[in-house]
């Protein structure tokens, strides 16, 4: 395969050891493919004493079968699995001229006939991607959901995805993530509409045609929108300069590939950093107001689940430690936000994310017949 660029420190370079390697070598020598080795070996021997049906042996394990005749009876020789999906690309050792000595580690284990043809089944649906066009790298990633992961947390992690794609159904029937009346609030400029109050824009949705109304903030509403505004701005002051700090420190400390990694990575940080940003001013508003907005209990229910559903995922799935993190924001500000609704009572009055306000409802009048 084709080597994986090396990475260097931005500022400093190349070593004197990468540039002599890379001197030798011939400009068109660089981007072809190299030998590689790999350092580890699987060996699996079914250890069940099976009873095998001669005449309707499953196809899966039978090409792993080797007969031998003893009298009358036909046996097979302990079956050996040599496992290929631990193998992986991050593994691969570049075989070079001056390689002299290359480790190897052979491991054994035994194994059931049930998990024997669980992982041959998966190495051939990973043989199977690449023959539809899935590159060697994506491949690779598949194989690591199943070989860096035990294997009852995976099959826990996919109930639980089942679970959450069936409680997103239910949220959608019962109107729990998508109201029936979505709103959102927008600030006008007062320059914009020459009135010394700000104006609200809502839009109420009417199947799938939007209806625009028009009104003036209440009171608990300009202070809500102020006490958003200002904790942006206090949050700014913080985030800008670690932001920068950041990624400063990441060109001085961490080798990349390339400057445009380099700015990729910082970009990427700064959208992690921004993200996070975007969900503290709720917690500051509440703090402010000494109150937090009414929330359904099933639609807190729904928050609550969907909070922290991507943390199962963030152990299994391949990512970037940066990503992994990020998916944590989620858990910080819900903790902080239960802390807040111990803490403060419930303001049916105030207006929460889906811009609906529970004080009509409240204060509406009972049915009479």
């Known amino acids: ?15 004197d050891a990468q540039q002599l390697e890379a001197e030798k070598k011939p400009t068109s020598a660089l981007d072809e493919p190299v030998s590689h080795w790999r ?37 097979y020789l302990p079956i050996l699995f040599i496992d290929q999906l631990s193998n992986r690309v991050k593994d691969l050792m570049v075989i070079n001229r001056s390689t002299t000595e290359l480790p190897l580690t052979v491991s054994y284990d035994k194994v059931s006939l049930g998990r024997l043809r669980f992982w041959i089944h998966m ?67 007062t320059k914009l509409w020459k009135v010394k109050k700000a104006l609200k824009m809502t839009i109420l949705w009417r199947g799938l045609i939007p209806e625009f109304q028009f009104g003036t903030y209440s009171e608990s509403e300009r202070k809500t929108e102020e006490y958003d505004t200002q904790a942006m701005r206090y949050l700014s002051y913080l985030l800008y300069p670690l932001c920068v700090g950041g990624a400063v420190y990441s060109l001085l400390n961490i080798k990349y590939k390339s400057w445009y990694s380099w700015l990729i990575n910082s970009f990427v940080n700064g959208v992690y950093a921004f993200g996070f940003l975007f969900m503290l001013p709720q917690l500051f508003v509440n703090y402010k107001l000494k109150s937090v907005a009414h929330l359904p209990w099933k639609a807190f229910t729904y928050k609550a689940f969907n909070t922290f559903i991507d943390d199962v995922f963030a152990f299994i799935i391949t990512m970037p430690t940066s990503h992994r993190l990020a998916c944590f924001r989620d858990d910080v500000v819900f903790l902080v936000y239960l802390y807040q609704r111990w803490l403060y009572p419930v303001d049916k009055r105030r207006v929460n994310e889906f811009g609906e306000s529970y004080e009509e409802k409240a204060t509406r009048a009972p049915h009479t017949d």
Do not use: C
């Open 1 to 15: 395969m084709v080597p994986k660029p090396e990475e260097i420190n931005l500022l400093t370079g190349e070593s």
């Open 39 to 75: 350092p580890r070996l699987a060996l699996n021997v079914m250890a069940d004493n099976f009873v095998f049906d001669g005449s309707s042996l499953p196809a899966d394990v039978h090409r792993y079968m080797k007969m031998i005749q003893l009298g009358k009876t036909v046996h």
């Open 123 to 189: 190495q051939d649906a990973v043989y199977s991607l690449q023959q539809f066009g899935f590159s060697e790298k994506d491949a690779d990633e598949v194989k690591g959901i199943f070989v860096d992961t035990n294997l009852y947390f995976l099959a826990l992690t996919f109930f639980v995805a089942a679970f959450h794609l069936l409680f997103d159904f239910l949220a959608f029937k019962n109107d729990i993530s998508f109201w029936k009346k979505k709103k959102s609030m927008i600030g006008m400029s």
